[in-house]
């Protein structure tokens, strides 16, 4: 009898030990969803001032302990940025929403790689006195939808925004200077872009890849880069507004088929000409290029646009995708926006405890002691 009643409270020691077991299994499967239930709790971070080269410091600070990964937007408006507080922007992996058009950039550069591949970032405003954007600063941002740019800017390097897939135009300034190798390429969103007055050569892949349907050159434009149009698949118009045609090779209109349209009478337009490339005399003589106008600083774009322009790409995005479910077929701008508000998934490397960690830890370290208490009980007895 009494090695039953032994026997039997055994059993209930591996009962309990075996629930605990499955409870703390749960747990950690139901962290990352628990997560989500606290998504309320995502703040914006605003930095008025701080020293060069110190921003990660004053985000510390303005975030008070807020988890980095519930950080979303981010504004800083005063200070002169360097490398180092790119950098330091850069390690808050989930923002969307950066502000930066209040403060300065060091030498009025913009570094190269500064904010690249930031995969969740929508909109970004530069900061006031940008003059250089540095080779590949932005690339590889695919989600990025907005871009905020000072009249200052007159240099933009290489790659700087090859990849930003999503953006479907940059208003640069009239003023404009220089672009770089690739500087658009695969922007496949890119559906615009007005050429300065100031811009002579259209560089190597510079618009590689972009949705242009037609294009508006000025008589200053004197050379096309090797594979600047390549595969713009939607590009069948070039409107060229000079006498003189620009040199160019086969490889500039790479995988498309455009007519290029000039006056009669044009010169070395002919040279041109491929299997691809057809050449039509036919702009009428008081067609007249229209340069932008030199521009005022761009004013930055509300938080409500940039959600806009998200939702409208979700719904775009949404229109050309076969749907499964009715529920969503009847209430698409109610599914667009249930995904725009999603909170984006914390990666596995975090820099604190969310409340929602903390929990569970808390949940957890109670299971272990009752556990704990339960075994000892149980050996006492004995």
């Known amino acids: 009898m009494k090695k039953l009643k032994q026997e039997q409270k055994k059993n209930i020691v591996r009962v309990i030990m075996l629930i605990m077991a499955i409870f703390m299994i749960a747990s950690f499967v139901m962290l990352p969803a628990a997560q989500s239930v606290f998504a309320e709790e995502i703040v914006d971070v605003v930095v008025t001032s701080f020293e060069t080269g110190k921003l990660s410091e004053a985000i510390e600070k303005a975030k008070d302990g807020t988890d980095l990964n519930l950080i979303k937007k981010l504004a800083v408006s005063g200070g002169t940025m360097n490398a180092a507080d790119y950098s330091a922007v850069c390690g808050y992996p989930n923002v969307e929403f950066i502000e930066l058009a209040g403060c300065e950039t060091e030498n009025g550069v913009i570094p190269e790689n500064a904010m690249s591949?930031?995969?969740?970032?929508?909109?970004?405003?530069?900061?006031?006195?940008?003059?250089?954007?540095?080779?590949?600063?932005?690339?590889?941002?695919?989600?990025?939808?907005?871009?905020?740019?000072?009249?200052?800017?007159?240099?933009?390097?290489?790659?700087?925004?090859?990849?930003?897939?999503?953006?479907?135009?940059?208003?640069?300034?009239?003023?404009?200077?220089?672009?770089?190798?690739?500087?658009?390429?695969?922007?496949?969103?890119?559906?615009?872009?007005?050429?300065?007055?100031?811009?002579?050569?259209?560089?190597?892949?510079?618009?590689?890849?972009?949705?242009?349907?037609?294009?508006?050159?000025?008589?200053?434009?004197?050379?096309?880069?090797?594979?600047?149009?390549?595969?713009?698949?939607?590009?069948?118009?070039?409107?060229?507004?000079?006498?003189?045609?620009?040199?160019?090779?086969?490889?500039?209109?790479?995988?498309?088929?455009?007519?290029?349209?000039?006056?009669?009478?044009?010169?070395?337009?002919?040279?041109?000409?491929?299997?691809?490339?057809?050449?039509?005399?036919?702009?009428?003589?008081?067609?007249?290029?229209?340069?932008?106008?030199?521009?005022?600083?761009?004013?930055?774009?509300?938080?409500?646009?940039?959600?806009?322009?998200?939702?409208?790409?979700a719904a775009s995005e949404s229109e050309n995708e076969e749907s499964e479910s009715v529920a969503s077929e009847e209430k698409p701008e109610t599914t667009a926006a249930a995904e725009d508000n999603k909170p984006a998934q914390a990666p596995a490397a975090s820099g604190g405890f969310s409340t929602a960690s903390v929990i569970i830890i808390a949940v957890l370290c109670c299971a272990v002691g009752v556990l704990a208490a339960l075994l000892i009980s149980g050996k006492n007895k004995k």
């Open 117 to 313: 591949s930031r995969n969740q970032l929508t909109y970004i405003s530069l900061p006031k006195n940008t003059e250089t954007i540095g080779t590949r600063a932005f690339s590889g941002n695919r989600k990025l939808l907005k871009v905020s740019i000072p009249a200052t800017l007159r240099h933009i390097g290489d790659y700087a925004f090859e990849g930003c897939e999503a953006v479907e135009e940059f208003s640069v300034p009239a003023e404009l200077e220089t672009m770089g190798t690739g500087a658009f390429a695969d922007c496949k969103a890119l559906k615009s872009f007005e050429l300065p007055v100031a811009i002579t050569e259209i560089p190597e892949y510079c618009f590689s890849k972009c949705s242009f349907t037609e294009m508006h050159f000025g008589p200053q434009i004197t050379k096309i880069g090797n594979g600047a149009f390549s595969d713009c698949h939607d590009l069948t118009d070039i409107y060229f507004y000079g006498t003189e045609a620009p040199s160019a090779t086969e490889g500039a209109f790479q995988n498309l088929k455009v007519t290029i349209h000039t006056y009669e009478g044009g010169k070395g337009f002919d040279s041109l000409s491929s299997n691809f490339v057809s050449v039509g005399y036919d702009l009428s003589a008081d067609s007249v290029y229209t340069p932008p106008k030199p521009s005022e600083t761009t004013a930055a774009v509300t938080e409500a646009e940039v959600t806009e322009a998200a939702n409208d790409t």
